[in-house]
């Protein structure tokens, strides 16, 4: 059973920043796609980034281009997402998934407010 444990979430102000961090085991990390997705109160969840097994390719939704970057660690099990320049409608729980072992991690709240 993969396991997906995210951190590093909570509560920023508009234009702050805060880096998310999904530590996996139980899997051999390095050979396998991850996505990070996120759900804010009352809607759909949605896909926010993917990266490949190496990191080389990443893909964005349009609403964080420029803004969030992911990247990972395949040495540390970890893939992450750095966000820049967050704005009140990032807040949501964010969520890492391994599509390929349909698994996903137990989300970590990112809130920005003033």
């Known amino acids: 059973q993969v396991q997906l444990v995210e951190s590093g979430g909570g509560l920023v102000q508009p234009g702050g920043s805060l880096r998310l961090s999904c530590a996996a085991s139980r899997i051999i990390f390095g050979t396998y796609a991850m996505r990070w997705y996120r759900q804010a109160l009352g809607k759909e969840r949605e896909l926010v980034a993917q990266?490949?097994?190496?990191?080389?390719?990443?893909n964005y939704a349009d609403f964080v281009k420029g803004r969030f970057t992911i990247s990972r660690d395949n040495a540390k099990n970890t893939v992450y997402l750095q966000m820049n320049n967050l704005k009140p409608e990032d807040t949501a729980v964010y969520y890492c998934?391994?599509?390929?072992?349909?698994?996903w991690g137990q989300g970590t709240q990112v809130t920005v407010s003033s």
């Open positions: 998934y391994n599509p390929s072992r349909n698994s």
């Open positions: 990266i490949d097994d190496d990191g080389v390719s990443k």
